[in-house]
């Protein structure tokens, strides 16, 4: 019989833990990672990364390090052309979601693997094969590997400001209204579902939405940190953002372009945005209980509580749709004007006793 499993393009190497930055230079030399030299070039922000190196550069006494102005395209091309100066095993980026998403693009550009050492949780992105980086259109997705490395050290992830993690936690539990969505699609417009990555993204935000903790304990702190990671695996499975990206994400780059100055962050946006798309596929109670785990966590349920007005919510998610050209949620489905978004607004806002 043929063997038919296949290959799933994941990390070699998955350390989350407190203390796991004291033992970087050991995974950092793993030969599956090509840097038993320890020629490494290390991109960090001039904020905490800069901290950071401190701490670490006498156990990494010939890594070379490179300060990232920003998460922008050119950002992330010059990165790679200082790298290609010098001969490097492996990049690492050290940092957070920006310096990770132009460690990976520079990382992709010359050819050398991604370590991912992440020090906040503010989203999935620090294990997907996508880099997401401002441009002169506004924002661009650029596809490539998945790091070969992910370290995350939960001591890190402690001393970051509190609103990184209920980021990801919003960003954990919209996994649900995404894979919602995409068997939405798979019934609607018979568009393939792939079973391991829907199934992936699923307990990861479940995992997230049942766990009794909160944001400074380290067991609730790992599972989170665990969802992020194998969320971006999940993509990688499917060879897309459909695990993770649902009507969710379509509010959240609506707010993003319609309101530039004004967005909140990312995973409080899709948080709310999972939330409502939950309700209106008639999930009541699933978009109730979503909506409780939120704002035990401090995140925001209502637009009001990110600074926008009813009526401009309903200008994204009307407008949301446009954001993903091709992709069919909840959102697609309904088709809903204007006045319908209102109405439906209002038995949300109802509802969850707002």
Excluded at 86 to 103: F, T
Excluded at 217 to 226: H, I, K, R, S
């Amino acid at each position: 019989m043929p063997v038919l499993t296949r290959l799933i393009p994941s990390p070699v190497v998955v350390d989350i833990r407190p203390g796991a930055l004291n033992d970087l230079a050991g995974v950092l030399a793993d030969q599956r990672i090509c840097s038993s030299t320890g020629k490494l070039a290390i991109a960090i922000s001039g904020g905490s990364g800069a901290v950071l190196r401190q701490r670490l550069e006498p156990q990494l006494p010939t890594a070379e390090w490179f300060e990232v102005g920003g998460g922008t395209l050119d950002d992330a091309i010059k990165l790679a052309d200082a790298i290609k100066k010098g001969r490097y095993d492996a990049v690492v980026g050290l940092g957070g979601g920006k310096i990770i998403d132009c460690a990976k693009f520079a990382a992709a550009r010359v050819g050398l693997p991604l370590v991912a050492v992440a020090t906040n949780l503010s989203h999935d992105g620090l294990c997907s094969p996508v880099a997401t980086l401002d441009n002169d259109a506004g924002r661009g997705s650029y596809g490539v590997p998945n790091p070969i490395a992910v370290v995350i050290d939960l001591d890190v992830i402690r001393e970051a400001p509190v609103r990184f993690v209920r980021s990801g936690i919003g960003d954990a539990l919209s996994n649900i209204s995404a894979i919602a969505d995409w068997e939405l699609a798979a019934r609607e417009r018979g568009e393939d579902i792939d079973g391991l990555a829907a199934a992936m993204a699923r307990q990861a935000g479940e995992a997230v939405l049942r766990h009794p903790g909160g944001v400074g304990d380290d067991a609730f702190l790992q599972v989170l940190a665990e969802g992020l990671v194998l969320t971006g695996i999940a993509m990688s499975v499917s060879g897309d953002s459909r695990p993770a990206s649902g009507a969710c994400h379509e509010i959240n780059h609506a707010f993003d372009l319609l309101f530039p100055k004004r967005a909140a962050s990312h995973g409080e946006q899709c948080g709310l945005g999972a939330a409502f798309a939950m309700f209106l596929r008639g999930a009541r109670e699933e978009s109730l209980y979503m909506v409780e785990v939120l704002r035990r966590h401090g995140l925001p349920v209502t637009p009001e509580e990110i600074g926008f007005t009813v009526d401009e919510f309903v200008q994204v998610v009307e407008y949301a749709p446009q954001t993903r050209p091709g992709r069919y949620t909840i959102l697609e489905h309904l088709n809903l004007n204007s006045d319908q978004i209102k109405d439906a607004y209002a038995d949300y806002a109802k509802a969850i006793g707002s």
